[in-house]
């Protein structure tokens, strides 16, 4: 709890969401910003009541059905991935571009890229649809650049 609440310090100085992986009940106690849900997270419906107008994205992999359910649950994001191999997770889901470009003919939701994101390729998936990158393996487990160094060479 003391550690989720340096990290929502951190991201409101720095004018960045605090979104919460997979448990809307923390995201509650550390009133944080959203929650993100995988596929087998809580329903959005569930984490809706608990969490009110919070932000609420859903996984949806490489799927174009379970987008749309996300999106007719309301979803205030949808996320897809993983677009190249991760360092973070094993890929068992692997997006391609197409499926960005796809989901902007039928919706206006905000889609999140997520999965393998790097310095080489995370210019072609803005160029392409994608509304938001998440990053992870980059930054954290980059073994030429420190964080900020890493984050810096995005710009």
Sequence with gaps: ???GKKIKNICKKNKVK????DDPLLALKLDADGCHLGQKDMNIKKA???????IIGITCHNSINLAKKAIKAKA????FGAFSQSKTKKTKHVASIKILNKIK???K??????????VVNYKNLLLNNASFLAISGYIWKNKKYKPLQAIERLK
């Design 1 to 3: 709890m003391i550690f």
């Design 18 to 21: 605090f979104i919460i992986n």
């Design 48 to 54: 809706k009541k608990i969490l009110g107008k919070k």
């Design 76 to 79: 205030d994001y949808i996320a």
């Design 105 to 107: 003919k039928f919706t």
């Design 109 to 118: 939701t905000p889609t999140v890229a997520i999965g393998g994101i790097n």
